[in-house]
């Protein structure tokens, strides 16, 4: 039996690169050799307190740009040896009514590779059939680099969350968080025609790291108070669309407070889970007339687009990816990423 190496997750913060077995070519899948896997915030959760969906020992790691190294006999995609493919991860049932209604980011049956599949933090990963099955794996464009193809995950859910949420031209948008998904939500708001985007944190020093994004403002909230300082921005009016990038329930009650009239409120980030339920003044949803839009995930389509913003340069992805490791330094740079150090991490095996 062949050998590979892979990061190994055996319990909560206790994590190394270790030789494992290759996995095998699935028969109507495809085996790929990995050029580049990002680490996300998903995976820091797991990292530090482990996953619902996960059992330990396994390997992590959703955000995949590989090349197709094996292709099984009954694999009926159009993927070629050599191929290199920048890989959504993932699969959807294709069957539930949300699926068949070309709702993909709803499926009820969703599965993910990293989490159901063993993940892509290793020199090889297996990609079964339901991972191809519905498009979610697009060919990487000549002259993309592997390490920016492998951030195309997160950039898709933003996509689907300001499809949801009709981010337009003339809008002024508000981003709560500015992680490497609130940079994200940056760019591709001012993509989508937004004039003025603002971004709110607590931390300084990633509100700095944001400001490489363009932004119009970024607002301290542990300085100042973030709804009173967009009333001053918005001449009193507020926001047409917030985002809710963070997982801080007050930023939903304030971004409430801070919306326009008619405004849209997204709830990207999840919320802790005995902490969910924060003190929204209904009224103002009521009197204002504003829409509350929850999403997560993504579909296929939103896949597409993002590998398409990447390539047209709409996401400026060279500063997203701030930090690039040697897998075999995956301990160093996890911990490094524990800390809140690095915006994005991608590890090349
Ligand atoms: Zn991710
Ligand atoms: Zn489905």
Known sequence: MSLMKAVVVEAPLKFSVQQVPKPALPVDGILVKVEACGL?????????????????????????????VEKGDACTGSWRVGDRLAIGPLAYCGECDFCKDGRYELCENQRELGQHWPGGLAEYAAIPAACIAHG????????????????????????????????????????FGSGPIGCIHIALAKARGAFRVFVIDIDESRLRMAAAFGPDGVIDASQSNPVEAIGVLTGGKGADVVIVATPAPVATVQAVE?????????QFGGMPQHDSKPGIDMNLVHYRGLTIIGTSTFGPKHNMTALRLIEAGLIPVKKLVTHVFSLDDFVEGANLALAGKVLKGVFIP
Do not use: Y
């Open 40 to 68: 996300c915030g998903s995976d820091l959760r797991t990292l530090r307190s482990g996953h619902r969906h996960i059992t330990f020992p396994w390997t992590i790691g959703h955000e995949l740009c590989a090349m197709v």
């Open 136 to 175: 979610n794996i697009q060919r990487v464009p000549d002259g993309m680099e592997s390490v920016h193809a492998a951030v195309i995950e997160p950039i898709s859910s933003c996509v689907n969350a300001q499809e949801k949420a009709n981010v337009s031209l003339g809008d002024t948008v508000v981003i």
């Open 258 to 266: 801070m919306a326009r009239k008619g405004g849209r409120i997204v």
